[in-house]
Each structure stands twice: as structure tokens, then as C-alpha cells.
């Protein structure tokens, strides 16, 4: 459908107020505009783990500079989900992806690309702080080094603006040389932050980042990613239902689907749509259960 169109028909809920939501699921049958620009698009997905398939027919598009958050269950596959992203899954043991996910346009696990490219461009966050036992200097130059910066000015300078990106820098800038296994919980995990921007991503995975921090540390890290969204495209795995509601652009609800006769539990996309809208107006009752407490 054309902007026009869309704008007529937005018009026209102002007018009728009471079927807005309607009218505009009828406007917005995608939760990606056409103008947005996407990021990955996602079909057909399926990971498996040996024999046993842990989710089945996720469809997404990631839009730039979207925050996204995926919540569901424990055990949908939100994880197994998120890691085929930046194809983290090529690490683990009889893993197997399925289906389509491409980036740009190109399929993230064709015969040529290098998955290590990958990681460089789509990093990840972990939901523990995982600093390496070094300086936090050396923790944020890890990255870059290992690209081929070998200048100390240049270094000090990538290290410098990652830091303060990650809201950072004021609180290190006397101990860059100390261990990062001394920082807060909270600290630790913007220095991740830091030392997965220092490489320049585009995209930041981040998997229940909050989950090991106090309330205060988490308004902090939820700031923060307010702030990087204007650079960067952000897929966050959650489950704390308000995190994803105060953060998040879009949100994809996964679910474990239970076969009556087997008794196999495989996870699978619900829903996906503008925030907002799964948290007010779900169109799948698994959804509504889910948000509003009911289930879960
Ligand atoms: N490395 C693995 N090997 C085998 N099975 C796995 C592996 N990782 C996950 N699974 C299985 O895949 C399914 C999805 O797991 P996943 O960790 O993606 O769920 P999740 O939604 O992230 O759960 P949680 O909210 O508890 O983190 C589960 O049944 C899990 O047991
Ligand atoms: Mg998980």
C-alpha cells in the first residue's frame, strides 16, 4: 500500500476512533513500513539440536535502527533463536539452521561468507557479564588488535570513544589499567557492551543483559540502549515484560508448542509486530495470555 493510502486511512481512524487499532492492522498488515530499511529478513527458520527441533517457522524482518526484543517461555528457543544471528549456533555441537536468514539481502549462511565477519558486524552480548581476566584497556582493545590496529594512539582513541558510548568512560578513565574483574555487575556489563561496539557493528545482539543486575543497573543499560539505537540495530532477548514494553520498537512472542501425540515441545514465532501493539491489541490469544501475566 502506498504512504498516500496509509495516510488516508490513518485519517480516517481519527474520525472513528474506536476502530483505529483495526483500521491501521488493516494499514500496517506488516510490521515493517516499506520505507523502513530491513536488516535481516527472516523465513522458514528452524533450528535443530541433533534430532530434536527446538523452533520452527520464525518469520521477521529486522528493521536498522529498531530495538527488537524476542520474549517467550523458558525453553521457546529465543536463544537458539537469537544466536543464528550471528551464527554463534556454527559453534555448538550438532546444531543445524534451516531455512532462510539473510542480511542485506544476503543469505547469512551462504557457502561464502565467513563467519567470523559475521561476528564482527553482528556482536553479541551475553546475558552474565563475561569480561576476560584483563584490564578493562585490554578488554576494549581485544577486538580492534585482533583486527590489525596495532597503534597505541589509535587504540587508546577506539578504546576511549567505546567507553564512553557505553556510558562508560567517566566512571574507568583513572583505572584502564586495573582488572575489569573488579568492576561492578553493571560495570562489567557496559564494558561488554563497550567491547563489542569497539569493533564497529552494526547490529548488537543482547541476551537477558539485565537478568544478573539490580534495578538501577538496569535503568542504566536500558538508557544506554536508548542511546545506541541511533547508531545501531539492537535485538534483545528478555523477560522481564516491561523491559521489552519500555525498550522496544517491535517485539516477537515465541511460544513452546506441545504435540498431543508425541509430547515433542517445539518452540515457534507466535507473534511479531510494533510493541505497542502486541502489548495492547495481540492478535493471538497465546500472546495476550502471556502479556497480560496470565501464562508464563
Ligand atoms: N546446546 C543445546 N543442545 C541441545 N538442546 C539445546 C541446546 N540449547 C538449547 N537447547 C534446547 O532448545 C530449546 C530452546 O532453548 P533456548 O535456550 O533457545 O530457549 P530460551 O527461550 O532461550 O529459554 P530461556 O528463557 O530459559 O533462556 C530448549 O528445549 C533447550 O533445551
Ligand atoms: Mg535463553
Known amino acids: 500500500?502506498?504512504?498516500?493510502?496509509?495516510?488516508?486511512?490513518?485519517?480516517?481512524t481519527t474520525e472513528d476512533a474506536e476502530n483505529a487499532?483495526?483500521?491501521?492492522?488493516?494499514?500496517?498488515?506488516?510490521?515493517?513500513?516499506?520505507?523502513?530499511?530491513?536488516?535481516?529478513?527472516?523465513?522458514?527458520?528452524?533450528v535443530y539440536y541433533g534430532a530434536f527441533r527446538a523452533v520452527r517457522d520464525v518469520k521477521l524482518d529486522v528493521v536498522k535502527n529498531d530495538i527488537t526484543a524476542f520474549i517467550g517461555p523458558?525453553?521457546?528457543g529465543k536463544t537458539t533463536v537469537l544466536r543464528c544471528f550471528n551464527r554463534m549456533n556454527d559453534l555448538i555441537e550438532g546444531a543445524r539452521v534451516e531455512g532462510l536468514l539473510r542480511y542485506h539481502?544476503?543469505?547469512?549462511?551462504?557457502?561464502d561468507v565467513n563467519p567470523v565477519e559475521v561476528r564482527r558486524r553482528i556482536g553479541m552480548v551475553f546475558q552474565k557479564p563475561n569480561p576476560f581476566p584483563k584490564s578493562i584497556f585490554e578488554n576494549v582493545a581485544?577486538?580492534?588488535?585482533?583486527?590489525?590496529?596495532?597503534?597505541?594512539?589509535?587504540?587508546?582513541?577506539?578504546v576511549e570513544q567505546a567507553l564512553r558510548d557505553a556510558a562508560l568512560w567517566d566512571e574507568v578513565k583513572d583505572r584502564l589499567q586495573k582488572s575489569?574483574?573488579?568492576?561492578?555487575?553493571?560495570?562489567?556489563?557496559?564494558?561488554?557492551?563497550?567491547?563489542?561496539i569497539a569493533v564497529r557493528p552494526?547490529?548488537?545482539?543482547?541476551?537477558?543483559?539485565?537478568?544478573?543486575?539490580?534495578?538501577?543497573?538496569?535503568?542504566?543499560?536500558?538508557?544506554?540502549?536508548?542511546?545506541?539505537?541511533?547508531?545501531?540495530?539492537?535485538i534483545i532477548v528478555t523477560h522481564n515484560m516491561q523491559?521489552?514494553?519500555?525498550?522496544?520498537?517491535?517485539?516477537?512472542?515465541?511460544?513452546?508448542?506441545v504435540d498431543d501425540e508425541s509430547g515433542d515441545r517445539t518452540g515457534e514465532l507466535v507473534e511479531y509486530d510494533r510493541t505497542e501493539k502486541i502489548f495492547s491489541q495481540p492478535s493471538d490469544r497465546r500472546t495476550e495470555d502471556y502479556v497480560t501475566g496470565r501464562f508464563g
Open 1 to 12: 500500500m502506498s504512504a498516500d493510502a496509509t495516510t488516508e486511512l490513518e485519517a480516517e
Open 21 to 46: 487499532v483495526d483500521l491501521r492492522e488493516l494499514t500496517h498488515p506488516d510490521p515493517a513500513p516499506a520505507s523502513a530499511p530491513t536488516v535481516f529478513d527472516v523465513a522458514d527458520l528452524a
Open 74 to 76: 523458558s525453553g521457546c
Open 105 to 111: 539481502g544476503v543469505d547469512l549462511y551462504g557457502k
Open 142 to 158: 581485544y577486538g580492534p588488535k585482533l583486527a590489525g590496529i596495532k597503534k597505541k594512539a589509535e587504540l587508546e582513541e577506539i
Open 180 to 196: 575489569a574483574l573488579g568492576l561492578s555487575g553493571g560495570q562489567q556489563q557496559r564494558l561488554c557492551i563497550a567491547r563489542a
Open 202 to 234: 552494526e547490529v548488537i545482539l543482547m541476551d537477558e543483559p539485565c537478568s544478573a543486575l539490580d534495578p538501577v543497573a538496569t535503568l542504566r543499560i536500558e538508557q544506554l540502549m536508548q542511546e545506541l539505537k541511533s547508531e545501531y540495530t539492537i
Open 243 to 257: 523491559q521489552a514494553a519500555r525498550v522496544s520498537d517491535r517485539t516477537a512472542f515465541f511460544s513452546v508448542d
